[in-house]
Structures are given as structure tokens and as C-alpha cells.
């Protein structure tokens, strides 16, 4: 969809900004940007709806040199999330999120629709906040607000510029839930540039990690956490999400014998049973279902451990074993 | 009561002349302000995008603005001579000032993330200053207008040393006839017109400010 074809960006003051990069972007993916600040991660994303112009090198939108496309045009088809939000203070919720279908030509009521279907979209309802102006809204609703103005226009590519770094901690969360369950449903090609590896772990399907102008690796969330590429960025992800890979020991992932306990000789044996293959949140749905405090591991057929309550609960809360 | 009374007598007395001259001071003013509009607002929407000569044009009206009143009129009289025209120069350079730069503050002032937005959703820079930079300024555009309209009132009672008539008229032959009432006929209606010109501009002000701003 998107491609890089050894791009370099030297600004005017001489930086060197990108000093060659050679990116593939496929299409419905979520790709994370990321590294720490100055390492190019925001100017690669802006060279794509030519906000920066790279200095050399070709990148190209489904086969096409977009050097050769007109700015606008451009950036109509590709959604934009700004990290500090940028809707337009005088304008209502419903004229923010219809502006790009209204400069596209289309008529009032054909885009009406579409804004308060992407309102739904995102929790927000159209009779509620439609007539609304941006500062009425918190901020965690106010982005949500960017991400479906950056959707109304129908883009294949949206770009996102560390959209959720400036809210609070647990709008973030939401935001980054609702982004993963929407990407779901619309199944657009985003870039996403953040300098969360959290955040990169959680929303993407493909981190390209940068440092000083320069990919230094490209690999899926596990690929990354299990095999980093080099010292900087297994220093990156940091010692500690690679020893305890604590997100893909989310309660969706992590295996209920990792936190199994030997069955004791005089367990009772009238206890439920669970799999040995299924994940710690399965298990304590079977455990609120069957309302027990202890359940037996079974595997092919043979008891091989027991599981308590409290050391299920701690893994769920990531206390870690035993806390 | 009898200042009062006397004060009025002279006003009725006076009145063709009073009225004839507030007419020529309203249409000085707003001819001044009009002008000094088309002038300082493109001027301002100009320097906003050169932020590195900004600096030097606003210099240069402030610079005008320092030059007393009096004085001004004065230079531009071996220049243009004397008449409607030089008392109107004169007035549009004072008026420069206040709405070049509110021009420029309030367009500057426009949050760069929401510019960024625009131009990253694919508007044009036309787009992007006529619905994005000038509604945001317009209350700042407003305040500087009015600010101007306030100046220019008060000082177009100067045009008559240029011979171009105005209020400063009925002050003048007052002054010239020790005639203290007269003075005041032709100073209390300047004053009112700028106290209302101050209002209306005022309400004026609140009403442009974009809805979505309003606390």
C-alpha cells in the first residue's frame, strides 16, 4: 500500500533527519512508529501526506509517486489524528467530522448520515453531541471526535500522530481498546506514530522501531518482544517487558499452567476441571460460572495440577506469581 | 440651571451648524477607518505569514502612531495642502496601527495544532484562512477596529486646522469667541459619538466571537 523506497530528509538547518529508509506498509495493517524523540519516527509519517518533503528517494501509494500528486487531493484521502487534537474550536462536533466530505463536494445530506454513523462508532450519540462544540467535549471524547473527522472522508490511509498521548491515562486506555475494536470493523492502513512501546505492544499488528533516521527493525509485537534485533532495541522495549513479556501474558494469552500449582495428593477430586490449554481469563470465567474457589488442571484426561482462586486473581490484576 | 439653560439656547441656536458638522465628522471617520480597513487588514493577513518582517511593519505604524496629532496635520499641510484629503491621511495613519496589529495578533494567536489539522486534512491555505484563521481572529479584528474607531473620533477634531470642517469646527469658534458653550456643543457631541461608537463596536465585538469560544 504505502512504500519507502530509500528515503532520505536532510531539514535546512542541516539535520539529517531520515538518513535512508526502505518501508513496506501493507494494506489493513496498523503499523506502529516508534523510538525515542529525534530518531525520524514523526517526519517519516508526515512525509506520506507530504506535510515534509523528502529530499531524496520515492515513496509511493499503492504503486503510485506521490510527488506527483497534488497536495490536497492527497491529504483528502488520508485521515489525519494530531496529537493535540486540532478540532476547530467554532465549528460544531457534526461540522468538524463533515468538513472533508463538505470540501469534497458532497451535499449535506449525504454526509449527514455518515457523521452520525461515525459518532456511534466511537460511543458518542449523534443527538447528544452532534449540535455540540469541541470544548463542551473532555478530551478523550474530543479525540474520539478527531479519530472519525479523520474517517469521514473515506480514507484508505490514516495517519496518526501520537493521538492519545496527551489524555489521561484512562482515556488512553479506551482510546487505544476502541482504536483495536474499530481497526476491526474498517479495516483501514494506519500509521501510527507514538514513543509508547505499550501502546505500540497493545494497537499494533507491525512496530517499526527507528533510532537516529534509521529503521532498526521491523517485526509484529511477539516477533519483537522475543527476538529484538540488536542491544538498542532490546534496550527499547526495556529488560522487563522481554523477561516477563507481560503483554503477551495478557489474560487473552498467558496459559492457565503458568500459574498452576502440583495437585495435592488429597485434593478433592469432585473439584472442576479445566484444560490444560486454556487462557487465565477462561479460567476464571469457568471459576465465576461454576462458583469455586479451586479447580483442577486436567490434561488428555490425567489431573496435573490445581489452580486457587487468589493466585488467579493476582495474575489478572499483574501482581505476578505468588503476590 | 442657568448654564444649563444657556448651554441649550446655544445649541438650538447653533443647530444647522452642529448638525452639518457631525455629519462631516461622521464621514471623515468612517472614511478613515474604512480605508485604514482595507489597508491594515490584508496587510495584517500578509505579515502574519512573514513573521520575520512583521515586526518591522508593525514598527512602522507605531511609529506613526507616536507623532502627536497636531504635528502630523501639520507636516502633511506642505505636502497636500490643506482640505478633506490631508485631515483623511492623517486619520488613516492612526488608525493603522490598532488594526494591523490585532490583525496580526489575533491571527498568529490561532492554535498551530488547529492549522496543522486543516492542512493535514487537505484544505487549501485559502480554505484555511477563510474558515479557520479569520473566524478564530475576528473577535481580535473587532477589538482592533473598534479601538481604531474610538482614536479616530476623537482625533478628527483636529481636521478643521487643515480646513476640513468636523466637529473641532464648533470648538474652534467657540475657543475663537470665548464662547465656553459653543466649545462644549461641538465637544459633547464628539465625546457621545465615541462613547457610542465604543458600545455598538463592543456588542458588536461579542457577537463575532465564534460560538464554540463563548464560555
Not at chain 1, 534509521?214 to 517485526?219: L, M, P
Not at chain 2, 451648524?17 to 455629519?23: A, K, N, S
Not at chain 2, 486619520?91 to 498551530?112: E, H, K, M
Request: aromatic share 6%; charged share 20%.
Amino acid at each position: 500500500m504505502i512504500t519507502f523506497h530509500n528515503v532520505k530528509k536532510t531539514f535546512d538547518d542541516g539535520t539529517e533527519a531520515i538518513k535512508g529508509i526502505d518501508l513496506h506498509i501493507d494494506e489493513g495493517k496498523l503499523v506502529a512508529l516508534i523510538g525515542p524523540s529525534g530518531c525520524g519516527k514523526t517526519t517519516t509519517m508526515k512525509m506520506i501526506n507530504k506535510l515534509i518533503q523528502p529530499t531524496s528517494g520515492k515513496i509511493t501509494i499503492e504503486g503510485k509517486d506521490i510527488a506527483h500528486k497534488k497536495d490536497v487531493e492527497l491529504r483528502r484521502n488520508i485521515g489525519y489524528v494530531i496529537q493535540r487534537i486540532g478540532l476547530f474550536p467554532h465549528m460544531t462536533i457534526e461540522e468538524n467530522v463533515g468538513l472533508i466530505p463538505k470540501l469534497k463536494g458532497r451535499k449535506k445530506e449525504e454526509y449527514k448520515k455518515k457523521v452520525d454513523e461515525l459518532l456511534t462508532l466511537v460511543g458518542l450519540e449523534p443527538s447528544v453531541f452532534r449540535k455540540r462544540y469541541p470544548l463542551e467535549l473532555s478530551g478523550g471524547q474530543q479525540q474520539r471526535v478527531g479519530v472519525v473527522r479523520a474517517l469521514a472522508g473515506e480514507p484508505p490511509i490514516i495517519l496518526m500522530d501520537e493521538p492519545f498521548s496527551a489524555l489521561d491515562p484512562i482515556s488512553r486506555e479506551q482510546l487505544q481498546n476502541e482504536l483495536k475494536d474499530l481497526q476491526k470493523t474498517i479495516r483501514k492502513t494506519i500509521v501510527f506514530v507514538t514513543h509508547d512501546m505499550d501502546e505500540a505492544l497493545k494497537v499494533a499488528d507491525e512496530i517499526v522501531v527507528m533510532k537516529d533516521g534509521r529503521i532498526e527493525q521491523i517485526a509484529t509485537p511477539k516477533e519483537l518482544i522475543e527476538n529484538p534485533a540488536n542491544e538498542f532495541v532490546r534496550s527499547f522495549i526495556g529488560e522487563e517487558r522481554i523477561q516477563s513479556n507481560l503483554n503477551l501474558a495478557s489474560p487473552e494469552f498467558k496459559k492457565i499452567t503458568s500459574i498452576m500449582e502440583p495437585a495435592k495428593v488429597d485434593s478433592d477430586l469432585n473439584l472442576p476441571s479445566v484444560n490444560a490449554e486454556s487462557t487465565l481469563k477462561e479460567t476464571a470465567l469457568l471459576m465465576l460460572t461454576q462458583n469455586v474457589n479451586q479447580m483442577l488442571v486436567e490434561k488428555d484426561g490425567k489431573i496435573i495440577g490445581m489452580i486457587q482462586k487468589n493466585e488467579l486473581l493476582s495474575a489478572l490484576a499483574g501482581l505476578g506469581k505468588g503476590a | 440651571m442657568d448654564v444649563v439653560q444657556a448651554f441649550w439656547e446655544t445649541v438650538v441656536q447653533r443647530q444647522d451648524l452642529i448638525i452639518d458638522r457631525t455629519l462631516q465628522h461622521l464621514y471623515l471617520s468612517f472614511s478613515a477607518i474604512f480605508i485604514a480597513i482595507i489597508i491594515s487588514l490584508p496587510l495584517g493577513i500578509f505579515i502574519s505569514r512573514k513573521q520575520k518582517v512583521a515586526e518591522f511593519y508593525i514598527g512602522i505604524t507605531a511609529v506613526f502612531q507616536t507623532i502627536p496629532s497636531l504635528a502630523l496635520f501639520g507636516f502633511l499641510v506642505p505636502i497636500v495642502g490643506i482640505g478633506f484629503e490631508t485631515a483623511l491621511i492623517a486619520l488613516i495613519i492612526y488608525a493603522l496601527l490598532p488594526i494591523l496589529r490585532n490583525t496580526y495578533t489575533g491571527i498568529t494567536g490561532v492554535d498551530q495544532a488547529i492549522i496543522e489539522a486543516g492542512k493535514g486534512m487537505g484544505m487549501t491555505s485559502s480554505q484555511i484562512l477563510f474558515k479557520i484563521e479569520l473566524p478564530l481572529s475576528l473577535p481580535f479584528l473587532m477589538a482592533g477596529i473598534r479601538t481604531a474607531t474610538v482614536l479616530t473620533v476623537g482625533v478628527a477634531t483636529l481636521a478643521t486646522f487643515v480646513g476640513a470642517g468636523g466637529l473641532g469646527d464648533v470648538i474652534w469658534r467657540g475657543l475663537q469667541s470665548y464662547n465656553n458653550n459653543l466649545v462644549l456643543a461641538g465637544a459633547i457631541p464628539v465625546a457621545l459619538l465615541a462613547l457610542s461608537f465604543d458600545f455598538i463596536l463592543k456588542l458588536l465585538e461579542k457577537k463575532a466571537t465564534p460560538k464554540g469560544l463563548k464560555q
